[in-house]
């Protein structure tokens, strides 16, 4: 049975991002995530100004008037969210942990899918594979989603982001358009990044916190990492060390953005204790301005 926390977790999820997907994303997910094709429709009397290169010239020499094809947008899709539940997710220092803004997240992509008729799944990875929900339509099957991210217990606490990308592009058979929704902190899975842009629309969603680029003066403290359990003592007083600290984060930034912009993978950064709703405006607006 689900913990009365985290069905109160899920409906508040629930009414929140609805209320978001209605008001603001439904149209303009619509309009940025295209369909895999056209399909026939019907004929119709030709007009002016419409395109001759329409013309179906069988129907218009049996009924000695022009008639036209027209078609409809080949629209249902496939959308993957691929997300991180490695240990450091578990970190949150501004009200929500990097896992609940990825739920969160994850439900207004999902319901805005679902909304436009398109089928929604998730793959949720530490080290491995921990769970693959297939996916289907329906508000309940969106829910069972964000509840899989927020109550789901992993087995591994490490991360392997090229293993979980490349069973991606394995299962994946049609086009689809993955989100992949981590805080980002491996390395070496770019190369099967750039093969999943190819066969993909693949859009990276990157979490952060305020603390994961912040080392604040405290004194000597003991630093854990949540993903191997190792532990080091660090002297935060020091301006040198939180400095190179600094700089080596600002580097890592860097090097992210000049890759991504590389690969011609859209980026959304998000942050832990700080809306999203205007960061995914931004997104829709940019992917909006592409197609025109």
């Given at each position: 049975?689900?913990?009365?926390?985290?069905?109160?977790?899920?409906?508040?999820?629930?009414?929140?991002?609805?209320?978001?997907?209605?008001?603001?994303?439904?149209?303009?997910?619509?309009?940025?995530?295209?369909?895999?094709?056209?399909?026939?429709?019907?004929?119709?009397?030709?007009?002016i100004?419409?395109?001759?290169?329409?013309?179906?010239?069988?129907?218009?020499?049996?009924?000695?008037?022009?008639?036209?094809?027209?078609?409809?947008?080949?629209?249902?899709?496939?959308?993957?969210?691929?997300?991180d539940?490695?240990?450091?997710?578990?970190?949150?220092?501004?009200?929500?942990?990097?896992?609940?803004?990825?739920?969160?997240?994850?439900?207004?992509?999902?319901?805005?899918?679902?909304?436009?008729?398109?089928?929604?799944?998730?793959?949720?990875?530490?080290?491995?594979?921990?769970?693959?929900?297939p996916?289907?339509?329906?508000?309940?099957?969106?829910?069972?989603?964000?509840?899989?991210?927020?109550?789901?217990?992993?087995?591994g606490?490490?991360?392997?982001?090229?293993?979980?990308?490349?069973?991606?592009?394995?299962?994946?058979?049609?086009?689809?358009?993955?989100?992949?929704?981590?805080?980002?902190?491996?390395?070496?899975?770019?190369?099967?990044?750039?093969?999943?842009s190819?066969?993909h629309?693949?859009?990276?969603?990157?979490?952060?916190?305020?603390?994961?680029?912040?080392?604040?003066?405290?004194?000597?403290?003991?630093?854990?990492?949540?993903?191997?359990?190792?532990?080091?003592?660090?002297?935060?007083?020091?301006?040198?060390?939180?400095?190179?600290?600094?700089?080596?984060?600002?580097?890592?930034?860097?090097?992210?953005?000049?890759?991504?912009?590389?690969a011609?993978?859209?980026?959304?950064?998000?942050?832990?204790?700080?809306?999203?709703?205007?960061?995914?405006?931004?997104?829709?607006?940019?992917?909006?301005?592409?197609f025109?």
């Amino acid at each position: 049975m689900l913990p009365a926390e985290i069905a109160k977790k899920v409906k508040g999820i629930e009414l929140r991002t609805k209320r978001l997907v209605n008001d603001v994303f439904s149209g303009e997910y619509h309009s940025v995530f295209k369909g895999t094709g056209i399909e026939f429709a019907e004929v119709r009397e030709y007009g002016i100004g419409d395109d001759i290169r329409l013309i179906d010239w069988n129907v218009t020499a049996r009924t000695g008037h022009p008639y036209i094809k027209t078609f409809d947008e080949e629209r249902e899709l496939t959308v993957m969210l691929l997300v991180d539940v490695s240990g450091s997710g578990l970190f949150g220092s501004r009200g929500s942990s990097k896992e609940e803004l990825a739920a969160e997240v994850s439900a207004v992509l999902a319901f805005s899918a679902i909304k436009n008729n398109d089928r929604v799944g998730l793959i949720m990875y530490t080290d491995r594979i921990e769970l693959y929900i297939p996916p289907k339509k329906g508000a309940k099957h969106v829910l069972r989603v964000i509840r899989e991210i927020l109550y789901f217990k992993p087995q591994g606490t490490r991360t392997n982001m090229t293993s979980a990308v490349e069973h991606v592009n394995r299962i994946l058979k049609r086009k689809s358009i993955v989100f992949v929704i981590s805080d980002f902190i491996d390395k070496g899975f770019e190369p099967a990044m750039n093969v999943a842009s190819r066969k993909h629309d693949l859009i990276a969603i990157t979490i952060s916190d305020e603390r994961d680029e912040l080392l604040s003066d405290s004194g000597v403290i003991a630093l854990e990492d949540a993903e191997t359990g190792e532990i080091c003592l660090v002297d935060t007083s020091s301006r040198s060390i939180r400095k190179k600290y600094w700089l080596a984060i600002k580097k890592r930034q860097e090097d992210f953005e000049n890759y991504f912009k590389r690969a011609g993978i859209d980026r959304i950064s998000l942050k832990t204790g700080q809306s999203y709703d205007e960061e995914l405006i931004r997104f829709f607006k940019k992917r909006m301005k592409q197609f025109r």
